[in-house]
């Protein structure tokens, strides 16, 4: 449902992306992995349509073809940060339903809107501004309006990013949950909680592919050659742990 070929990018002549080949469907759950510089973020930038790219096509059709509207409607990406403002948090997650919406929210706007700050444990917040929240209660902001976007595509950079330990579980089984019904696509930096839920992963390097699978690449030698590290990777109830030696 999201596919590119020989995907290339630059930005002002230096070419970050240099020739990917992605391609993901509903029902999974993918990581990408890699150091910081390899061409992550904006891979995800080039699959959810923020920056044109050429060659993505979503659900069989280029990414061009689609309207503003339409897109959105299909694929919600969550930024690494989001932005902070004197809009309140319900408006804020409301904007995620601008695409259904004509003049006025309806009750089921208003309706998806409470069931995703529930979702996220942030009803609390819901009169509070953007402006007055914590960084992370921000992040979980940024994912309800996502959700509230009900697509079928969803694309997370760095989701975990700010949260404490219990919302970082929370974060990862709601993009868990979401690939049994959609994909779920997200950056993580942090290799074990990607480990922990995702089932495919992408290891990127210099604006390549390097790597891509379910746990059974997880090798040693993968992870000397992509973050140049020496690593054991033992398992721990069933799942891999990667230690850094
Ligand atoms: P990652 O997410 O893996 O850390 P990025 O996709 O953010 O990598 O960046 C890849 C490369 O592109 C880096 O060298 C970065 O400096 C560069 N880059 C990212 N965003 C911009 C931008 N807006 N303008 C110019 N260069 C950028």
């Given amino acids: 449902m999201i596919e590119t070929r020989a995907l290339r990018f630059s930005y002002n002549g230096r070419?970050?992306?240099?020739?990917?080949?992605?391609?993901?469907?509903?029902?999974?759950?993918?990581a990408i992995l890699g150091p910081n510089g390899a061409g992550k973020s904006t891979l995800v930038k080039c699959l959810s349509g923020i920056l044109r790219c050429g060659g993505v096509r979503i659900l069989g059709r280029p990414v061009e073809d689609y309207s503003q509207r339409e897109l959105a409607r299909t694929v919600a990406y969550v930024p690494q940060s989001a932005e902070r403002s004197f809009m309140t948090?319900?408006?804020?997650?409301?904007?995620?339903r601008k695409p259904y919406m004509s003049l006025t929210p309806s009750r089921k706007d208003l309706e998806t809107v409470e069931a995703v700050l529930k979702r996220l444990g942030i009803e609390h917040l819901a009169l509070k501004r953007t402006n007055e929240i914590?960084?992370?209660?921000?992040?979980?902001?940024?994912?309800?309006?996502?959700?509230?976007?009900?697509?079928?595509?969803?694309?997370?950079?760095?989701?975990?990013?700010?949260?404490?330990?219990?919302?970082?579980?929370?974060?990862?089984r709601l993009a868990r949950e979401f690939s049994e019904k959609g994909l779920s696509v997200v950056v993580m930096h942090d290799v074990n909680l990607a480990l922990r839920f995702a089932g495919r992963f992408v290891f990127m390097k210099n604006g390549k592919i390097v790597a891509d699978g379910g746990r059974e690449i997880l090798k040693p030698s993968l992870f000397r050659e992509v973050y140049g590290v020496d690593v054991a990777i033992e398992e721990v109830r069933g799942v891999p742990l990667v230690v850094p030696l």
């Fill in 89 to 96: 948090v319900f408006d804020t997650v409301l904007l995620g």
């Fill in 15 to 30: 070419e970050v992306l240099r020739g990917i080949d992605f391609k993901a469907k509903s029902g999974e759950f993918v």
């Fill in 134 to 172: 914590s960084g992370g209660e921000l992040q979980k902001v940024g994912i309800a309006r996502a959700l509230a976007q009900e697509t079928e595509i969803l694309i997370m950079d760095e989701p975990t990013n700010n949260l404490d330990l219990k919302s970082q579980l929370e974060v990862m």
